[in-house]
Protein backbone atom coordinates (compact mmCIF):
# COMPACT_ATOMS: atom_id res chain seq x y z
CA UNK A 1 0.00 0.00 0.00
CA UNK A 2 1.29 3.53 -0.61
CA UNK A 3 1.61 6.21 -3.16
CA UNK A 4 4.35 6.21 -5.48
CA UNK A 5 5.76 7.64 -8.70
CA UNK A 6 8.57 5.94 -10.66
CA UNK A 7 10.05 7.73 -14.11
CA UNK A 8 10.85 5.09 -16.42
CA UNK A 9 11.79 7.28 -19.42
CA UNK A 10 12.55 11.05 -18.81
CA UNK A 11 14.67 11.93 -22.02
CA UNK A 12 12.91 14.12 -25.08
CA UNK A 13 12.10 13.34 -29.22
CA UNK A 14 14.88 10.01 -29.36
CA UNK A 15 16.38 7.52 -26.86
CA UNK A 16 19.75 7.79 -25.37
CA UNK A 17 21.51 5.52 -22.84
CA UNK A 18 20.98 7.71 -20.25
CA UNK A 19 17.50 8.63 -20.86
CA UNK A 20 14.45 6.38 -22.69
CA UNK A 21 11.28 7.98 -23.67
CA UNK A 22 8.35 9.32 -22.02
CA UNK A 23 6.59 6.83 -19.75
CA UNK A 24 5.80 7.20 -16.08
CA UNK A 25 4.55 5.22 -13.52
CA UNK A 26 1.83 5.83 -10.62
CA UNK A 27 1.19 3.16 -7.48
CA UNK A 28 -1.30 4.20 -5.70
CA UNK A 29 -1.77 0.76 -3.45
CA UNK A 30 -0.76 -0.99 -5.38
CA UNK A 31 -3.06 -0.03 -8.73
CA UNK A 32 -0.45 0.96 -11.25
CA UNK A 33 -1.14 3.78 -14.33
CA UNK A 34 0.80 4.30 -16.75
CA UNK A 35 1.32 8.01 -18.59
CA UNK A 36 2.77 7.78 -21.94
CA UNK A 37 4.56 4.68 -23.00
CA UNK A 38 7.30 5.95 -25.63
CA UNK A 39 9.21 3.18 -27.49
CA UNK A 40 11.14 0.65 -25.13
CA UNK A 41 8.91 1.20 -22.11
CA UNK A 42 8.37 -2.44 -21.99
CA UNK A 43 11.98 -2.57 -21.59
CA UNK A 44 12.19 0.22 -18.78
CA UNK A 45 9.72 -1.47 -17.07
CA UNK A 46 11.73 -4.47 -16.54
CA UNK A 47 15.01 -2.96 -15.76
CA UNK A 48 13.26 -0.92 -13.30
CA UNK A 49 11.33 -3.58 -11.78
CA UNK A 50 7.65 -2.55 -12.34
CA UNK A 51 5.07 -5.21 -12.64
CA UNK A 52 3.50 -4.48 -15.82
CA UNK A 53 0.25 -6.92 -15.68
CA UNK A 54 -0.61 -4.66 -12.74
CA UNK A 55 -0.82 -1.71 -15.08
CA UNK A 56 -4.54 -0.86 -15.27
CA UNK A 57 -4.69 2.63 -17.00
CA UNK A 58 -2.65 4.24 -19.49
CA UNK A 59 -2.74 7.39 -20.32
CA UNK A 60 -1.37 8.73 -23.54
CA UNK A 61 -0.82 12.86 -23.64
CA UNK A 62 -0.36 13.16 -27.44
CA UNK A 63 0.51 11.57 -30.73
CA UNK A 64 4.05 12.23 -31.09
CA UNK A 65 5.88 9.13 -31.49
CA UNK A 66 8.26 9.74 -28.32
CA UNK A 67 4.51 9.86 -26.46
CA UNK A 68 3.10 5.90 -27.83
CA UNK A 69 5.45 4.28 -29.89
CA UNK A 70 5.82 1.14 -26.89
CA UNK A 71 2.05 0.97 -26.61
CA UNK A 72 1.55 -1.33 -29.38
CA UNK A 73 4.57 -3.65 -28.49
CA UNK A 74 3.43 -3.45 -24.75
CA UNK A 75 -0.11 -4.42 -25.67
CA UNK A 76 1.09 -7.34 -27.75
CA UNK A 77 3.37 -8.43 -25.07
CA UNK A 78 0.44 -8.44 -23.09
CA UNK A 79 -1.56 -10.80 -25.53
CA UNK A 80 1.14 -12.95 -25.79
CA UNK A 81 1.52 -13.37 -22.27
CA UNK A 82 -2.08 -14.18 -21.76
CA UNK A 83 -3.09 -11.23 -19.86
CA UNK A 84 -7.08 -11.29 -18.81
CA UNK A 85 -7.94 -8.69 -16.58
CA UNK A 86 -9.47 -5.40 -18.45
CA UNK A 87 -6.95 -2.90 -19.99
CA UNK A 88 -7.92 0.85 -19.93
CA UNK A 89 -5.72 3.43 -22.49
CA UNK A 90 -7.31 6.56 -22.31
CA UNK A 91 -5.58 9.45 -24.99
CA UNK A 92 -6.51 11.17 -28.69
CA UNK A 93 -9.51 9.81 -30.80
CA UNK A 94 -6.70 8.86 -33.41
CA UNK A 95 -5.46 6.79 -30.97
CA UNK A 96 -7.95 4.15 -31.27
CA UNK A 97 -7.74 3.56 -35.16
CA UNK A 98 -3.85 3.50 -34.95
CA UNK A 99 -4.12 0.52 -32.42
CA UNK A 100 -6.79 -0.85 -34.48
CA UNK A 101 -4.73 -1.12 -38.02
CA UNK A 102 -1.45 -2.02 -35.46
CA UNK A 103 -2.87 -4.79 -33.75
CA UNK A 104 -5.16 -5.82 -36.08
CA UNK A 105 -2.56 -6.93 -38.47
CA UNK A 106 -0.49 -8.92 -35.93
CA UNK A 107 -3.68 -9.94 -33.99
CA UNK A 108 -7.03 -11.71 -34.75
CA UNK A 109 -8.69 -11.23 -31.16
CA UNK A 110 -6.94 -9.65 -28.23
CA UNK A 111 -7.12 -12.16 -25.16
CA UNK A 112 -7.91 -9.62 -22.31
CA UNK A 113 -10.66 -6.91 -22.82
CA UNK A 114 -9.15 -3.65 -24.22
CA UNK A 115 -11.33 -0.68 -23.19
CA UNK A 116 -10.42 2.65 -25.39
CA UNK A 117 -11.78 6.04 -23.95
CA UNK A 118 -11.34 9.15 -26.54
CA UNK A 119 -10.19 12.55 -25.01
CA UNK A 120 -11.59 15.37 -26.27
CA UNK A 121 -12.98 17.68 -23.13
CA UNK A 122 -11.87 21.53 -23.52
CA UNK A 123 -11.72 21.84 -19.57
CA UNK A 124 -10.71 19.39 -16.77
CA UNK A 125 -12.88 16.45 -16.80
CA UNK A 126 -12.66 13.67 -14.64
CA UNK A 127 -12.39 10.43 -17.22
CA UNK A 128 -10.84 7.64 -14.84
CA UNK A 129 -12.67 6.36 -11.32
CA UNK A 130 -10.91 3.77 -8.96
CA UNK A 131 -11.98 3.35 -5.74
CA UNK A 132 -9.40 5.51 -3.94
CA UNK A 133 -8.47 7.89 -6.94
CA UNK A 134 -9.85 9.72 -10.04
CA UNK A 135 -7.57 10.94 -12.93
CA UNK A 136 -8.69 13.76 -14.92
CA UNK A 137 -7.24 15.05 -18.26
CA UNK A 138 -6.96 18.75 -19.39
CA UNK A 139 -6.26 20.60 -22.52
CA UNK A 140 -2.42 21.61 -22.83
CA UNK A 141 -0.44 23.82 -25.62
CA UNK A 142 1.39 21.86 -28.26
CA UNK A 143 1.77 21.35 -31.75
CA UNK A 144 -0.62 17.95 -31.65
CA UNK A 145 -3.82 18.12 -29.71
CA UNK A 146 -2.58 17.43 -26.14
CA UNK A 147 -3.47 16.36 -22.60
CA UNK A 148 -2.33 16.78 -19.12
CA UNK A 149 -3.42 14.24 -16.14
CA UNK A 150 -4.35 14.81 -12.59
CA UNK A 151 -4.25 11.86 -10.57
CA UNK A 152 -6.23 12.84 -7.25
CA UNK A 153 -7.10 10.28 -4.17
CA UNK A 154 -10.42 10.56 -2.84
CA UNK A 155 -10.64 11.25 0.81
CA UNK A 156 -9.00 8.64 3.05
CA UNK A 157 -10.10 7.64 6.81
CA UNK A 158 -8.23 9.72 9.77
CA UNK A 159 -5.41 7.38 11.41
CA UNK A 160 -5.53 6.40 14.60
CA UNK A 161 -3.24 7.97 17.24
CA UNK A 162 -0.35 5.46 18.08
CA UNK A 163 -0.31 7.43 21.71
CA UNK A 164 -4.01 6.06 21.76
CA UNK A 165 -3.19 2.64 20.95
CA UNK A 166 -0.45 2.44 23.22
CA UNK A 167 -2.40 3.77 26.39
CA UNK A 168 -5.33 2.23 25.82
CA UNK A 169 -4.96 -1.14 23.80
CA UNK A 170 -7.88 -0.70 21.71
CA UNK A 171 -8.91 -4.17 19.78
CA UNK A 172 -8.57 -4.65 16.22
CA UNK A 173 -12.76 -3.95 15.56
CA UNK A 174 -12.61 -0.92 17.34
CA UNK A 175 -9.82 0.56 15.24
CA UNK A 176 -11.70 -0.12 12.31
CA UNK A 177 -14.83 1.69 13.81
CA UNK A 178 -12.71 4.85 14.81
CA UNK A 179 -11.15 4.54 11.23
CA UNK A 180 -14.74 5.01 10.16
CA UNK A 181 -15.61 8.03 12.61
CA UNK A 182 -16.66 6.56 16.00
CA UNK A 183 -15.65 7.62 18.95
CA UNK A 184 -14.32 5.17 21.69
CA UNK A 185 -15.95 4.26 25.00
CA UNK A 186 -13.44 3.92 27.58
CA UNK A 187 -14.83 0.85 30.08
CA UNK A 188 -15.64 3.11 32.75
CA UNK A 189 -17.96 4.79 30.53
CA UNK A 190 -16.01 8.25 28.81
CA UNK A 191 -16.01 8.36 25.58
CA UNK A 192 -12.80 9.82 24.05
CA UNK A 193 -14.03 11.55 20.63
CA UNK A 194 -13.06 10.41 17.30
CA UNK A 195 -11.17 13.71 16.89
CA UNK A 196 -9.03 13.43 20.06
CA UNK A 197 -8.01 9.99 19.07
CA UNK A 198 -7.39 10.42 14.88
CA UNK A 199 -5.27 12.31 13.01
CA UNK A 200 -6.05 13.60 9.26
CA UNK A 201 -4.23 11.32 6.63
CA UNK A 202 -4.82 14.00 3.25
CA UNK A 203 -5.14 12.97 -0.09
CA UNK A 204 -2.05 13.36 -2.37
CA UNK A 205 -2.36 14.36 -5.98
CA UNK A 206 0.00 13.34 -8.96
CA UNK A 207 0.06 15.85 -12.47
CA UNK A 208 1.68 15.00 -15.46
CA UNK A 209 2.42 17.67 -18.20
CA UNK A 210 3.45 16.67 -21.43
CA UNK A 211 4.29 18.27 -23.77
CA UNK A 212 3.15 21.75 -23.59
CA UNK A 213 4.44 25.25 -24.47
CA UNK A 214 3.92 27.57 -21.58
CA UNK A 215 0.67 27.30 -20.79
CA UNK A 216 -0.41 29.94 -17.57
CA UNK A 217 -4.47 28.71 -17.07
CA UNK A 218 -3.40 25.40 -16.31
CA UNK A 219 -2.05 26.66 -12.84
CA UNK A 220 -5.65 26.77 -11.81
CA UNK A 221 -6.12 23.23 -12.58
CA UNK A 222 -2.74 21.73 -10.48
CA UNK A 223 -3.52 24.50 -7.52
CA UNK A 224 -1.51 23.06 -4.11
CA UNK A 225 -0.57 19.52 -6.40
CA UNK A 226 1.43 17.51 -4.18
CA UNK A 227 3.79 16.36 -7.13
CA UNK A 228 4.10 17.93 -10.59
CA UNK A 229 5.97 16.41 -13.56
CA UNK A 230 6.16 19.14 -15.47
CA UNK A 231 8.05 19.38 -19.10
CA UNK A 232 11.23 21.34 -19.49
CA UNK A 233 12.87 20.72 -22.87
CA UNK A 234 14.85 23.65 -22.97
CA UNK A 235 16.67 26.22 -20.96
CA UNK A 236 15.18 29.67 -20.90
CA UNK A 237 17.75 30.74 -23.73
CA UNK A 238 15.86 28.87 -26.21
CA UNK A 239 12.62 30.35 -24.79
CA UNK A 240 11.96 31.20 -28.69
CA UNK A 241 12.52 27.92 -30.19
CA UNK A 242 10.40 26.54 -26.91
CA UNK A 243 7.18 28.47 -28.75
CA UNK A 244 8.15 27.16 -31.67
CA UNK A 245 8.16 23.57 -30.98
CA UNK A 246 5.28 23.93 -28.20
CA UNK A 247 7.89 23.45 -25.48
CA UNK A 248 8.42 24.83 -21.96
CA UNK A 249 11.72 25.70 -21.20
CA UNK A 250 12.80 25.41 -17.28
CA UNK A 251 12.16 28.89 -16.13
CA UNK A 252 8.28 28.50 -17.33
CA UNK A 253 7.62 24.92 -15.91
CA UNK A 254 9.19 26.79 -12.52
CA UNK A 255 6.81 29.66 -12.63
CA UNK A 256 3.70 27.16 -13.58
CA UNK A 257 4.94 25.45 -10.23
CA UNK A 258 4.61 28.49 -8.43
CA UNK A 259 1.83 29.83 -9.82
CA UNK A 260 -0.11 26.90 -8.70
CA UNK A 261 1.85 26.73 -5.18
CA UNK A 262 2.90 22.70 -6.01
CA UNK A 263 4.74 20.88 -3.00
CA UNK A 264 6.98 19.62 -5.28
CA UNK A 265 8.35 19.94 -9.33
CA UNK A 266 10.11 17.33 -11.23
CA UNK A 267 11.33 18.10 -14.31
CA UNK A 268 11.61 16.36 -17.45
CA UNK A 269 11.82 15.45 -21.41
CA UNK A 270 14.93 17.09 -21.07
CA UNK A 271 16.38 17.79 -24.54
CA UNK A 272 20.03 15.42 -25.04
CA UNK A 273 21.62 18.57 -26.10
CA UNK A 274 22.21 19.17 -22.04
CA UNK A 275 25.11 17.19 -20.97
CA UNK A 276 25.58 18.52 -17.54
CA UNK A 277 22.66 19.71 -15.33
CA UNK A 278 23.57 21.85 -13.25
CA UNK A 279 22.33 24.98 -14.39
CA UNK A 280 19.67 23.76 -15.93
CA UNK A 281 18.43 22.76 -12.67
CA UNK A 282 19.45 26.19 -11.18
CA UNK A 283 17.52 27.84 -13.30
CA UNK A 284 14.15 26.68 -12.23
CA UNK A 285 15.30 26.48 -8.64
CA UNK A 286 15.78 30.35 -8.32
CA UNK A 287 11.86 30.49 -9.40
CA UNK A 288 10.79 27.51 -7.52
CA UNK A 289 12.80 26.12 -4.29
CA UNK A 290 11.47 22.76 -4.62
CA UNK A 291 12.81 21.53 -7.50
CA UNK A 292 14.19 18.82 -8.92
CA UNK A 293 15.40 16.80 -12.31
CA UNK A 294 13.35 13.40 -12.84
CA UNK A 295 16.33 10.62 -13.72
CA UNK A 296 15.08 7.09 -15.29
CA UNK A 297 14.52 4.55 -12.74
CA UNK A 298 14.06 7.26 -9.46
CA UNK A 299 11.40 6.38 -7.88
CA UNK A 300 9.43 9.06 -5.52
CA UNK A 301 7.24 7.72 -2.54
CA UNK A 302 4.40 10.54 -1.44
CA UNK A 303 3.30 8.02 0.90
CA UNK A 304 4.67 4.44 2.35
ZN1 LIG B 1 5.23 16.32 -28.46
Do not use: W
Given at each position: M?????????????????RGLSATVA??????????????????????????LHIQHIFISHLHGDHFFGLVGLLFTYHIGKRKNELHVYGPPLL??????????????????????PLSSQNLEMVCEEDNFTVSAFPLQHRLPAY????????????????????YHPHYTDIVRIKSGEDYVLPDGRILSNEEITFPDPPISFAYCFDTAFY?????????VDLLYHEATFMHDKAELAAEKGHTTTIQA??????????????????????????????????????????DGMTITLRK
Open positions: GFSITFLGTGAATPTLRNVDEKLCLFDCGEATQIQMKRFKVKAEEILRIQMGISVKELNYPLVFHGFLLKEKERPRKVLHQFIEDAPIAEVLKNATIAKKALAKRLMLGHISSRYRNLDSFLNEARNIFSETYLAE
